[in-house]
């Protein structure tokens, strides 16, 4: 069954760091989503793409943090200068239909990143 | 604010117990709702979505119900399972330009000891 990869696994950076999480959608879907999860919180909402451009942001998602699609598998988050708070899980999600209707998301395992 | 909220916090059933699971949300407007599941330190595994117009969804030995009037929802989990044990999630999704961008709970953790 197809499944969305996510890597690394775990990254550990120095504050003021440049990191990229990267991830690969289920091939077929067209919509792609960054979520992250500080430990004992909750899930929150990032950004989502479509049709190379993002749709939609939330306020988490400042200019410290951009997203690409640089071919036709990869979809990567890219945090510039690293900050302590940036510590969470980071769970990228993609959905097969782009209109308004509701569709499944189907998460990827995350990346856990720690900021030193 | 777009808010969802989930009782308890947590609980611990033995195994073959049915447990009730709540959710209320604020989203509005509201395009449906989803329970998830997830496990300790992996992704969110979606279990069921709601619309509007539907007032229960089974997958398995899960049913979620759904009140649109109230803006409740509950997951029912019959006859646990070791395996059950995790973090259960409601999700509520709103109408919005993108179509789904999702507003978390902050989840039921469920320990089922046998």
């Known amino acids: 069954e197809p499944e969305v990869t996510q890597t690394p696994s775990h990254q550990v950076t120095q504050m003021g760091q440049e990191v990229i999480l990267r991830c690969v959608p289920i091939s077929n879907h067209l919509y792609f989503y960054w979520y992250r999860q500080i430990l004992g919180q909750k899930v929150e909402f990032l950004v989502s793409f479509y049709n190379n451009e993002i749709s939609e942001k939330s306020e988490i998602f400042d200019d410290q943090f951009s997203v690409e699609r640089p071919d036709g598998s990869n979809f990567t988050l890219k945090i510039r200068s690293t900050k302590l708070e940036d510590s969470a899980m980071y769970f990228c999600a993609s959905s097969p239909v782009g209109t308004r209707s509701y569709n499944e998301q189907f998460f990827g395992p995350g990346t856990r990143l720690t900021v030193l | 604010k777009n808010q969802v909220e989930q009782s308890p916090q947590s609980l611990i059933i033995l195994e073959g117990k049915n447990c009730t699971l709540q959710c209320n949300y604020t989203v509005s407007p509201f395009s449906n709702l989803r329970w998830y599941k997830q496990d300790t330190g992996r992704g969110p595994v979606s279990l069921t979505i709601m619309t509007f117009s539907e007032n229960t969804k089974s997958n398995g030995r899960y049913t979620a119900t759904l009140d649109a009037d109230t803006k409740q929802s509950s997951l029912h989990i019959t006859a646990s399972q070791l395996s059950d044990s995790a973090s259960y999630i409601c999700?509520?999704?709103?109408?919005?330009?993108?179509?789904?961008?999702?507003?978390f709970g902050g989840g039921t953790r469920l320990m089922v000891k046998p």
């Open positions: 999700v509520v999704s709103g109408n919005n330009n993108a179509g789904n961008m999702l507003t």
